[in-house]
């Protein structure tokens, strides 16, 4: 057991120190040839570049060796049909499926949380605003997003709806949204459709979809198995923009009550 856990890990390495060196030197190619300046505080930039190696390394080595084996167990034991049926051991509607749509929601919550890319987004967003963008309530946010989408793709494959269906509404939704959504938060949402389709949700989102269609009768999964991240980038979209909807409305309300306030206050007696 510990042997290949070991040469897992030096595979992980490997991989990782190839994905990693072209971007570290192209990063040295524009810093040294193209801007011709030398590389500020060299000593600390290879240590990071070497947490960076080491930390990637560690955390796709134990998404590999514990959380997607686990996620693949729970969306083929959740969508085996002795479970969904019970003792009817038959199709009666979409309903016999709540089980699987409320692990689809959670499964997509709490990946997006836990979601590298979406930590790193939330820290940036909330710096570049001087701290006005929560940096847990834009997680949170993408979250839910994130959890919907699952769940009504989880209802896509088992009703057998066209997910072009679901898409095209979706954006029509976003380009409303768009239009009447503040301009400082509409970049962000886009942005953040992007970063959920990374490294921890998507694995554990695709193996749910794949175990769900071909399980339940009539599926297939190559046709029906995959459409739950395009799902899953579209959402996020419509949960910031309509979070920062309700934000500015509260905001819009609450200015509005201490105006009238205001006016409702007598004017002060003029002193003797």
């Known amino acids: 057991?510990?042997?290949?856990?070991?040469?897992?890990?030096?595979?992980?390495?490997?991989?990782?120190?190839?994905?990693v060196a072209p971007i570290l030197a192209l990063l040295v190619f524009f810093q040294v040839i193209v801007l011709r300046r030398p590389i500020p505080d060299l000593k600390r930039v290879v240590l990071g570049g070497i947490y960076v190696v080491l930390g990637l390394t560690l955390f796709l080595v134990g998404l590999d060796e514990a959380l997607f084996p686990l996620g693949r167990i729970m969306a083929k034991q959740l969508s085996n049909p002795a479970f969904?049926?019970?003792?009817d051991a038959a199709y009666q509607g979409w309903w016999q499926?709540?089980?699987?749509?409320?692990?689809?929601?959670?499964?997509?919550?709490s990946t997006t949380v836990a979601e590298p890319a979406l930590i790193a987004v939330s820290?940036?967003?909330?710096?570049?605003?001087?701290g006005e963008l929560s940096i847990w309530g834009l997680r949170i946010a993408v979250a839910i997003g994130v959890g919907l989408s699952v769940a009504?793709?989880?209802?896509?494959?088992?009703?057998?709806?066209?997910?072009?269906?679901?898409?095209?509404?979706?954006?029509?939704?976003?380009?409303?949204?768009?239009?009447?959504?503040?301009?400082?938060?509409?970049?962000?949402?886009?942005?953040?459709?992007?970063?959920t389709t990374s490294t921890v949700t998507v694995p554990l989102v695709t193996a749910l979809g794949l175990g769900l269609a071909s399980t339940v009768p009539g599926r297939s999964a190559l046709i029906d198995g995959f459409g739950l991240i395009a799902l899953a980038s579209l959402f996020p979209m419509i949960t910031v923009m309509g979070f920062a909807?309700?934000?500015?409305?509260?905001?819009?309300?609450q200015s509005s009550a201490d105006e009238a306030a205001d006016l409702e206050q007598p004017p002060e007696s003029p002193e003797p």
């Not at 510990?2 to 990782?16: D, I, M």
């Not at 969904?84 to 003792?87: A, D, L, N, Q, S």
């Not at 909807?245 to 309300?253: D, N, V, Y």
């Open 1 to 19: 057991m510990l042997e290949e856990w070991t040469v897992a890990t030096l595979k992980a390495l490997l991989s990782t120190m190839r994905d």
């Open 84 to 87: 969904v049926y019970g003792t």
């Open 97 to 109: 499926y709540y089980w699987v749509f409320l692990f689809a929601a959670a499964i997509g919550f």
């Open 123 to 130: 820290l940036k967003a909330n710096e570049a605003s001087g």
């Open 152 to 195: 009504l793709g989880a209802f896509r494959i088992v009703t057998g709806t066209p997910l072009w269906i679901y898409m095209i509404v979706g954006y029509l939704v976003v380009i409303v949204q768009t239009s009447m959504a503040p301009r400082s938060i509409i970049a962000l949402a886009y942005d953040s459709g992007g970063v």
């Open 245 to 253: 909807q309700i934000s500015q409305w509260r905001a819009s309300r």
